[in-house]
């Protein structure tokens, strides 16, 4: 069975602060990656990765950046983290083009 | 970019009952749409998916329709139990380039007893 880890279910940091959410798999996987998801507005697609080194940005990346420096590890970063990046966020992996996305638990990222 | 709408929001249903939450994408390039699963503090799992060249696919209770002339696809829960109440995502992927999914808003499901 697939297994995405995130390290964190819940994490309360103060605006400002420089925020690290990780993300591990376990499956070999070729593609990751970071979604935020809020009340009424479904998944929205942060930053992804299809290989080591490599990243591309999704449909909301502003205030984020990312980073993959392993295969198996795909980092978000809030760069100064503000209120209004409150949000679950979700970590996913696929093994490539055509295959299904499987998904961490999630963190709940709340930003005093 | 995709655009994904998915209709209705929210949807209670009496146990035994069929439920149909419907979507639909803008970009006739889309040739994946995979249904996920949310139950309450938990992830999205995919629970069925279906590629372009086929119209209809089933699993059990559970079904997705195709419509590639209109541009929508639909979700069909039939004999609703308890344990089908969560929300439900649908998407579509374009293949062109990096091929992301875009997610519909979700529809929150409920099935009384």
């Known amino acids: 069975d697939v297994k995405v880890t995130q390290s964190s279910r819940y994490l309360v940091k103060r605006t400002g602060e420089k925020v690290f959410l990780e993300c591990v798999q376990d499956m070999d996987h070729e593609n990751m990656f970071w979604y935020r998801q809020d009340p009424g507005l479904g998944l929205r697609l942060i930053y992804f990765s299809y290989d080591v080194k490599m990243k591309e940005k999704g449909d909301i990346p502003e205030g984020y950046s990312v980073s993959r420096e392993k295969k198996e590890r795909f980092s978000l970063i809030l760069e100064s983290a503000s209120t209004n990046q409150t949000s679950m966020y979700l970590c996913a992996s696929r093994t490539g083009e055509g295959q299904p996305q499987h998904f961490g638990d999630g963190t709940r990222l709340s930003i005093l | 970019g995709e655009n994904v709408e998915q209709h209705p929001s929210t949807l209670s249903v009496q146990e035994g009952d069929s439920a149909v939450i419907k979507c639909t994408y803008s970009?006739?390039?889309?040739?994946?749409f995979p249904w996920y699963k949310q139950e309450l503090g938990k992830r999205p799992q995919l629970i069925i998916d279906?590629?372009?060249?086929?119209g209809e696919k089933k699993d059990q209770r559970i079904a997705v329709t195709l419509n590639k002339t209109a541009k929508h696809f639909s979700l069909h829960i039939t004999e609703t139990q308890p344990e089908d109440s969560a929300v439900y995502f649908c998407?579509?992927?374009?293949?062109?380039?990096?091929?992301?999914?875009?997610f519909g808003k979700g529809t929150m499901l409920l099935v009384s007893p």
């Open positions: 970009d006739s390039a889309s040739n994946y």
């Open positions: 279906i590629r372009s060249n086929v």
């Open positions: 998407a579509a992927r374009v293949n062109s380039g990096y091929s992301t999914l875009t």
